[in-house]
């Protein structure tokens, strides 16, 4: 399908999407996930143009990962998000086959910044990032308490099965890594029991995910990774080293604590278990290592040569030095 051929079809759909829309101006795609499109279209409209997005994965490409939910889950959890008052664009529409637009939807954009560099950094986010780490587990709190008979299917995680799953694909790759079989054998020495309850978790909370204004978090993107299981995941994800982009103090996103994230998930009405959230950080370190060493595989093996996995695969290394630090801590982190 050729770009003229898709914002034709786009043109064609915006009066489903937004009703009374004349058309669609400004088409573009922007960067993203190897397996998803992002497009943004301002549609055209009576009352003044909208700001949309569509995100589709493009007919032909075939099937998505075993972990992912699939665009139709992931559109149903951002609309079950915006009606329960968390901070989520609005979903217009989720594709048909007759749209011609293969599988995907269509919702409302929410401007503000995704950029880590930015947030961290740029002076007008400073206000923002000062309450952000409270304010992030606020809203974990409430997407764990969105009810499970709402949701939609859902695979169901536990930590056992993380640990089988990434030891098979560690062990697949054929490299061998002692700090990754080290943190292996740690989160299997370290299993807890069942939480009392499995709830929604999110499953990719985390930078390029979160749009970020002056005024503070303003939406949680990118559901694909939804799953039931722990909700203390979500929490020890957050915390990775890998997402805090050079600012290691601040364990939450390179921007907070983990105490303010722990007093905005019970101010939510959560309960922290922060032994448990230890192991999902270790667990979501390791995870993002492995997944660095896939795109590494990719890369050498291909068909996909590009640079950008070259240079997310070159990271593993970095992770390597995350579980160290995790595993066997020498001072206060």
Same mark, same amino acid.
């Given at each position: 399908?050729?770009?003229?051929?898709?914002?034709?079809?786009?043109?064609?759909?915006?009066?489903?999407?937004?009703?009374?829309?004349?058309?669609?101006?400004?088409?573009?795609?922007?960067?993203?996930?190897?397996?998803?499109?992002?497009?943004?279209?301002?549609?055209?409209?009576?009352?003044?143009?909208?700001?949309?997005?569509?995100?589709?994965?493009?007919?032909?490409?075939?099937?998505?990962?075993?972990?992912?939910?699939?665009?139709?889950?992931?559109?149903?959890?951002?609309?079950?998000?915006?009606?329960?008052?968390?901070?989520?664009?609005?979903?217009?529409?989720?594709?048909?086959?007759?749209?011609?637009?293969?599988?995907?939807?269509?919702?409302?954009?929410?401007? &503000?910044?995704?950029?880590? /560099?930015?947030? $961290?950094?740029?002076?007008?986010? =400073?206000?923002?990032?000062?309450?952000? *780490?409270? +304010?992030?587990?606020?809203?974990?709190?409430?997407?764990?308490?969105?009810?499970?008979?709402?949701?939609?299917?859902?695979?169901?995680?536990?930590?056992?099965?993380?640990?089988?799953?990434?030891?098979?694909?560690?062990?697949?790759?054929?490299?061998?890594?002692?700090?990754?079989?080290?943190?292996?054998?740690?989160?299997?020495?370290?299993?807890?029991?069942?939480?009392?309850?499995?709830?929604?978790?999110?499953?990719?909370?985390?930078?390029?995910?979160?749009?970020?204004?002056?005024?503070?978090?303003?939406?949680?993107?990118?559901?694909?990774?939804?799953?039931?299981?722990?909700?203390?995941?979500?929490?020890?994800?957050?915390?990775?080293?890998?997402?805090?982009?050079?600012?290691?103090?601040?364990?939450? &996103?390179?921007?907070?604590? /983990?105490?303010? $994230?722990?007093?905005?998930?019970? =101010?939510?009405?959560?309960?922290?278990? *922060?032994? +448990?959230?230890?192991?999902?950080?270790?667990?979501?370190?390791?995870?993002?290592?492995?997944?660095?060493?896939?795109?590494?595989?990719?890369?050498?093996?291909?068909?996909?040569?590009?640079?950008?996995?070259?240079?997310?695969?070159?990271?593993?290394?970095?992770?390597?030095?995350?579980?160290?630090?995790?595993?066997?801590?020498?001072?206060?982190?």
């Amino acid at each position: 399908m050729t770009d003229a051929s898709l914002i034709e079809a786009l043109t064609a759909l915006a009066p489903r999407c937004y009703p009374g829309a004349t058309g669609i101006a400004h088409a573009q795609r922007l960067s993203g996930g190897a397996s998803q499109e992002t497009w943004s279209f301002d549609v055209q409209h009576p009352l003044g143009a909208v700001g949309a997005i569509m995100r589709r994965e493009p007919p032909g490409y075939g099937a998505a990962p075993e972990r992912a939910a699939g665009l139709a889950a992931e559109a149903a959890l951002m609309q079950l998000a915006h009606d329960a008052g968390i901070p989520s664009p609005r979903v217009r529409h989720v594709l048909r086959p007759e749209d011609g637009l293969g599988q995907g939807f269509v919702m409302d954009r929410v401007e &503000g910044e995704t950029i880590p /560099r930015r947030i $961290l950094r740029e002076p007008q986010y =400073a206000e923002a990032r000062a309450g952000l *780490a409270r +304010r992030l587990g606020e809203v974990l709190a409430k997407i764990h308490r969105l009810p499970r008979a709402a949701l939609p299917p859902l695979r169901q995680m536990t930590a056992a099965l993380e640990i089988e799953e990434m030891t098979a694909e560690h062990r697949g790759f054929g490299w061998p890594r002692p700090v990754f079989e080290l943190a292996l054998r740690w989160l299997r020495e370290h299993l807890p029991e069942e939480p009392e309850q499995l709830t929604l978790v999110h499953g990719d909370f985390r930078h390029g995910n979160l749009i970020v204004g002056e005024d503070g978090l303003r939406a949680v993107l990118d559901w694909e990774l939804a799953h039931v299981g722990d909700p203390m995941e979500d929490l020890g994800w957050i915390c990775v080293n890998s997402w805090r982009f050079g600012e290691i103090d601040h364990p939450v &996103g390179g921007f907070g604590s /983990r105490e303010e $994230l722990f007093a905005g998930y019970v =101010a939510g009405g959560g309960r922290v278990d *922060a032994a +448990r959230v230890k192991f999902w950080e270790v667990m979501g370190t390791l995870r993002w290592g492995i997944m660095c060493c896939g795109m590494m595989q990719r890369f050498r093996d291909g068909p996909d040569h590009s640079l950008e996995r070259a240079m997310i695969g070159r990271r593993a290394s970095e992770t390597e030095i995350d579980l160290l630090r995790l595993l066997m801590p020498r001072g206060s982190d």
